[in-house]
Nanobody, 115 residues
Framework: QVQLVESGGGLVQPGGSLRLSCAAS????????MGWYRQAPGKQRELVAG???????NYADSVMGRFTISRDNSKNTLYLQMNNLKPEDTAVYYC?????????WGQGTQVTVSS
């Protein structure tokens, strides 16, 4: 079973940046489309960025132009570069498959945007 471990979250002021990482226990990124999701308190989990096995990316309108998803297949690691962060970006961020059966969810990484 694949394990996913997210890291890199923290407290940042509005306008700041963070880079999230997602480490997989084995090589999966070259085979499956992957995504970054987030869940804010009282809200459903939503997909904010995805990357196909071929490298094509897609973003939710709310993060377009501010977030960049990427991956390093050799390190089995998925990244999310987040710039110009806003208070509404505050959430727990997770990675998983973008489509199809998901792997067990990791613990996520908390991102808090506040002055």
């Amino acid at each position: 079973q694949v394990q996913l471990v997210e890291s890199g979250g923290g407290l940042v002021q509005p306008g700041g940046s963070l880079r999230l990482s997602c480490a997989a226990s084995r090589s999966i990124f070259s085979s499956y489309a992957m995504g970054w999701y987030r869940q804010a308190p009282g809200k459903q989990r939503e997909l904010v960025a995805g990357i196909s096995s071929g490298g094509s990316t897609n973003y939710a309108d709310s993060v377009m132009g501010r977030f960049t998803i990427s991956r390093d297949n050799s390190k089995n690691t998925l990244y999310l570069q987040m710039n110009n962060l806003k208070p509404e970006d505050t959430a727990v961020y997770y990675c998983n498959r973008r489509s199809g059966p998901v792997y067990p969810w990791g613990q996520g990484t908390q991102v808090t945007v506040s002055s």
